[in-house]
């Protein structure tokens, strides 16, 4: 059974930074595909950024892209969502989600495992 943990998320003033962190287990960080999603309170859950297997692509959705990074780091089996510059409308829940369809254009929302969130706030 694969294990999916995301954390880092937190209260944030508009403008302010966080970096969300997201392991999965028993597999290495750099076999699988990697995607970011969120969801806001009433909304539809929406696939902000994926990484492919062996970082071949990235894809950024249109809301974050230029402010947020996905990385990897393969030593520490873990997966980065970089976001800076964070606005009110960027606060939901995050979710990571492994093994699963990710281009340079998309991200599809059928992956085989998922964390069980962290929770971003973006308020001054």
């Known amino acids: 059974q694969v294990q999916v943990e995301e954390s880092g998320g937190g209260l944030v003033q508009p403008g302010g930074s966080l970096r969300l962190s997201c392991t999965a287990s028993p597999f290495t960080s750099a076999e699988k595909a990697f995607g970011w999603f969120r969801q806001a309170p009433g909304k539809q859950r929406e696939g902000v950024s994926c990484i492919s297997s062996g970082d071949v692509v990235t894809y950024y959705s249109e809301s974050v892209k230029g402010r947020f990074t996905i990385s990897r780091d393969k030593d520490k089996n873990t997966v980065y969502l970089q976001m800076n510059s964070l606005k009110p409308e960027d606060s939901a829940v995050y979710y990571c989600?492994?093994?699963?369809?990710?281009?340079?254009?998309?991200?599809?929302?059928?992956?085989?495992?998922w964390g069980q969130g962290t929770r971003v706030t973006v308020s001054s």
């Open positions: 989600a492994v093994d699963g369809p990710c281009g340079s254009r998309y991200v599809g929302a059928d992956f085989g495992s």
